[in-house]
């Protein structure tokens, strides 16, 4: 009974031993043949977004999460190339009159893919499936990447790409600017800091940490000027705007670190010996600060 036994477990940690021996010459073979794939598909004339986004989607559970990454970010890398064909695209005087119509009838952007006229339908849904979306600005639409694509890969990925692209996600879904004016709150301004910040810190050594720290020095800009059309400082009175101080002042009492903090930190303290009005001695310490972050967002040479 004892031999008997012996046998079995001997059997079983044999065929055990045998799948994971066949496993490691297996799976890395096609890992190989994925990325071979994808190499040859990126290779090709008139190569589509669709068609790597399909491709993307067929394989990504296939490979490591390094190999995913490589998978995801190539896709990303062809959507910026191709994103100026697209734009271009959208110049069509004809096709800007009929969107307009179709949104001035119907004030949203997702009425487009349900227009009543082909081409406008066409052209949207096309848009859509090459990981565009229809934005609006100024009086005229534009295709821009859709980073919410990108959520479907965030299992596959690791925990740097995933965090990477959910920020994009978040400034894909709603732009922080347009028409030269904030489309987000002040509290929702420094809030995106923070998150960008974190991951400059937590993920130092990311390949996209230079992305985010430009993204990041977007957000300094915002943060110690506002916009044109949505100034930090009334024009007229040079006054701190009344919202963005009560969202600053809470901001600071939160036990928050990092050169962003330190930043609003050492802001309002200046503001604060000027009686938080625009006066010579703020504009220096903020056209210093953003010159700072921008040189410190730029690569090594």
């Not at 010459?25 to 794939?37: F, Q, R, S, T």
């Not at 690791?158 to 002040?186: C, R």
């Not at 101080?245 to 050169?259: D, H, I, S």
Request: negative net charge.
């Amino acid at each position: 009974m004892q031999k008997r036994s012996g046998f079995i477990v001997c059997l079983v940690i044999g065929l055990v031993l045998a799948f994971l021996l066949r496993q490691s010459l297996y799976l890395p073979a096609k890992e190989e043949k994925v990325m071979d794939g994808f190499k040859a598909l990126l290779a090709q004339e008139d190569l589509t977004v669709a068609q790597v986004i399909a491709y993307v989607d067929k394989h990504i559970k296939e490979v490591s999460p390094a190999k995913a990454g490589q998978l995801v970010l190539g896709l990303e890398q062809v959507q910026k190339e191709k994103l100026s064909a697209w734009q271009r695209l959208y110049e069509d005087n004809t096709l800007q009159q009929k969107m307009a119509e179709v949104y001035q009838r119907n004030w949203a952007l997702e009425d487009l893919t349900k227009a009543e006229d082909g081409t406008i339908r066409r052209v949207v849904e096309k848009t859509v499936a090459n990981g565009y979306k229809v934005e609006t600005a100024e009086g005229m639409f534009f295709p821009v990447i859709d980073y919410t694509l990108y959520r479907k890969y965030y299992k596959a990925l690791a925990a740097d790409l995933s965090a990477y692209f959910d920020l994009m996600a978040v400034e894909s879904e709603k732009a922080p600017v347009k028409d030269a004016a904030l489309m987000i709150s002040w509290e929702e301004v420094l809030e995106r800091a923070e998150r960008q910040k974190r991951f400059i810190e937590g993920y130092s050594s990311s390949t996209q940490v230079e992305l985010v720290r430009e993204l990041l020095a977007r957000y300094v800009a915002f943060a110690l000027f506002g916009c044109n059309n949505t100034p930090l400082f009334s024009y007229e009175t040079k006054e701190m705007d009344p919202e963005a101080k009560q969202a600053y002042l809470a901001y600071v009492t939160e036990e928050t670190t990092g050169e962003f903090s330190q930043l609003i930190k050492d802001y309002l303290q200046v503001l604060n010996a000027y009686d938080y009005r625009l006066t010579a001695e703020v504009d220096a310490f903020r056209q210093q600060a953003v010159q700072a972050w921008k040189k410190s967002a730029q690569p090594p040479k």
